[in-house]
């Protein structure tokens, strides 16, 4: 039997120290607000019809809902519209070796395939495969970053995570279950990020097409279906990652995003935030500014946003909106906050500088330092900032509620915000389930 196998066949939820619960419940939360904001997008509208159209359930086959409602289709289907409307907002969990966000594809393929076998398990059992898959799904991030020279979205390792779940819950056997993942490995998306920095677009982190490629490979599996082992499982360049599975608990190291955009520009928006506090500062004193930081943030996209996938992979257009108005929220990067005056005009004035001391820190850290220059000739520097939300600077109680009302009330209002969010909490409790969380984000 796989060593991942096992490790999921052995999990209980009384094996989990209650810092991983609380994080699980903390990850549970932020992937569900990120839903709730992704779903008033275009890209969710577009994927949610094409799902309906070309995902359609077989009669005699498997069907489940896509995370947030909608009619029945095939889980593959379901997976797809789960992970793209989580992508749809830059607003969920991830994690600095990875580049990348694990739960995004992971939460919405458990409730498809859980939903699609009949599977009405409680709240703590649903807990525990959420916390096995971001220990799975993290180490198979790690695993391909190490082994591939290419940086892949999250998409292409999400895949080997997706499927590792799926066929654990299709009840595979120990060959069924290396053929799973073997074929997720190969038909993941082994999409190129850099690219989709480069042009972006609605094709994101890939985690939609990962979720669905991972489950689609365990009922592959289950059909008879082979595939190639799962290099990034088994190659013994990367035993070390996976040795401590179950001993070392990666979810701990997720962070948490105050702001919907990429990562990487968010060292750049504390550092702006921390001047405009510290000095009162206000757009119309400033005539230029200065963003030092790591070479993969300064290829994110600085001029103005046309769309919101521009404004969410961009550094200048992000900044700018944090020094205008003190806070970067989804109002500020899509509809009306896209052709905001006064951040297009701070927008154009701002500078990215390269800097390789925070190259050599990328990715295990990421830095940034901001100079303001005012009309009145005088200079303002920041510290060096790191992101608010990592590990070691951990975003508080409030901030994560703020943000979760942030992005469900526009979405759900204020009733259903609240009500989901007493679901969520409630899923530590034995007499809890899956399916009164599902029925409540689906009203």
Not at 63 to 74: C, D, N, T, Y
Request: hydrophobic share 40%; glycine share 8%.
């Amino acid at each position: 039997m796989n060593s991942i196998q096992r490790f999921l066949r052995d999990l209980h939820f009384d094996d989990l120290p209650a810092p991983v619960r609380r994080q699980a419940l903390r990850c549970l939360t932020d992937l569900t607000a990120t839903a709730a904001a992704g779903s008033r997008t275009p890209l969710a509208t577009i994927i949610s019809r094409h799902a309906r159209q070309h995902f359609a359930a077989a009669a005699d086959g498997p069907r489940a809902r896509p995370l947030l409602g909608g009619e029945p289709i095939s889980p593959g289907g379901a997976a797809l519209v789960g992970g793209m409307t989580i992508d749809a907002i830059d607003a969920h969990d991830g994690h600095r070796l990875t580049k990348g966000h694990v739960g995004c594809a992971l939460l919405p393929s458990l409730a498809a395939v859980l939903e699609a076998t009949g599977h009405d398990i409680s709240g703590p059992e649903f807990l525990t495969l959420l916390v096995a898959g971001y220990e799975i799904g993290t180490r198979a991030g790690i695993a391909l970053h190490a082994t591939a020279p290419d940086y892949h979205t999250s998409g292409a390792w999400n895949a080997v995570n997706c499927a590792a779940l799926s066929s654990y819950l299709l009840g595979a056997d120990g060959d069924q279950f290396d053929h799973a993942i073997g074929i997720a490995e190969y038909h993941g998306p082994r999409s190129q990020m850099m690219r989709v920095i480069d042009h972006p677009t609605m094709l994101k982190d890939g985690s939609g097409w990962g979720a669905m490629a991972g489950v689609s490979a365990a009922y592959l599996a289950m059909d008879g279906f082979t595939g190639a082992p799962a290099l990034t499982v088994t190659d013994s360049a990367v035993r070390d990652i996976w040795n401590d599975l179950g001993q070392h608990w990666l979810i701990l190291d997720q962070y948490f995003k105050p702001y919907p955009c990429c990562r990487w520009a968010h060292p750049g928006i504390d550092a702006a935030l921390a001047l405009r506090r510290g000095h009162a500062l206000q757009p119309e004193q400033i005539s230029a500014v200065e963003v030092h930081t790591f070479h993969q943030a300064t290829r994110l996209r600085q001029s103005e946003p046309s769309t919101t996938e521009q404004a969410q992979y961009a550094i200048a257009f992000p900044i700018a909106a944090a020094l205008v108005h003190g806070k970067v929220d989804v109002q500020q990067i899509d509809g009306a906050g896209l052709n905001d005056p006064r951040v297009l005009a701070l927008c154009a004035r701002i500078r990215l500088v390269q800097d390789t001391d925070y190259d050599a820190l990328f990715p295990a850290e990421r830095w940034a330092r901001v100079t303001v220059r005012l009309h009145d000739g005088r200079s303002l520097d920041s510290e060096p900032c790191t992101a608010l939300g990592d590990p070691e600077h951990p975003m508080s109680d409030t901030g994560m509620d703020s943000k979760y009302s942030a992005l469900t009330q526009p979405a759900w209002g204020e009733d259903k915000a609240r009500r989901v969010k007493m679901a969520i909490d409630a899923l530590d409790c034995p007499d809890s389930s899956l399916s009164r969380f599902l029925s409540t984000i689906r009203e």
